[in-house]
């Protein structure tokens, strides 16, 4: 199974700030790369597939970027409602699997 | 608009049975394939369980293989997961999705199982 590391697992930051999330595989996955966002006790949201390209209706403030084994997730000028879980999922390879999330929140 | 409303969740003891079914409406359901992918309390998202628009293709991840069957119903608009020989480790909400067999466009709101004795 290909493993999806994400650091930070967590981070602090203020609205308006620009923060970056990265998302490691165990082996190379292209750009079969997802990010999701969660807010506490919602399903998940698409965001970002195919490692950059914006889900519908999603912000463009959000960008992801990379491909292989290395992955970045951004989001500039951080809004109040950003402050969520987000995954990175690949899909590269059965089983599909995600990262084990990188919690957003207000400092 | 997309809607995906998953039921059949509740309290089972390990060993049971459970049936979830997830309704969809707001799109041509018999064109899409469809997953579960489910988050134990407080843990991560892990997917579960893929089947393909025509039911030709089905996948699981293999802590629920011979356990678990995907199937659905394109003229009843509907997607089902039964579960069989539930293990406490089971327990999770169970989200329904849809889109291509790796990508998630839209989810359903979950459904909560709960393995217990």
């Known amino acids: 199974d290909i493993q999806m590391t994400q650091s930070p697992t967590s981070l602090s930051a203020s609205v308006g700030d620009r923060v970056t999330i990265t998302c490691r595989a165990s082996?190379?996955?292209?750009?079969?790369l997802n990010w999701y966002q969660q807010q506490p006790g919602k399903a998940p949201k698409l965001l970002i597939f195919d490692a950059s390209h914006l889900g519908t209706g999603v912000p463009s403030r959000f960008s992801g970027s990379g491909s292989g084994t290395d992955f970045t997730f951004t989001i500039n000028s951080l809004q109040p409602e950003d402050f969520a879980t987000y995954y990175c999922q690949q899909y590269d390879n059965l089983p599909y699997t995600f990262g084990q999330g990188t919690t957003l929140e207000i400092k | 608009e997309v809607q995906l409303v998953e039921s059949g969740g509740g309290l089972v003891r390990p060993g049971g049975s459970l049936r979830l079914s997830c309704a969809a409406s707001?799109?041509?359901?018999?064109?899409?394939?469809m997953s579960w992918v489910r988050q134990a309390p407080g843990k991560g998202l892990e997917w579960v369980s893929s089947?393909?628009?025509?039911?030709?293709?089905?996948y699981y991840v293999d802590s629920v293989k011979g356990r678990f069957t995907i199937f659905r119903d394109n003229a009843k608009n509907s997607l089902y997961l039964q579960m069989n020989s539930l293990r406490v480790e089971d327990t999770a909400v169970f989200y329904c999705?849809?889109?291509?067999?790796?990508?998630?466009?839209?989810w359903g709101q979950g459904t909560l199982v709960t393995v217990s004795s």
């Open positions: 089947i393909s628009s025509s039911s030709g293709d089905i």
């Open positions: 082996q190379d996955t292209s750009t079969y």
């Open positions: 999705a849809r889109g291509t067999l790796g990508t998630w466009h839209n």
């Open positions: 707001g799109f041509t359901f018999s064109t899409y394939s």
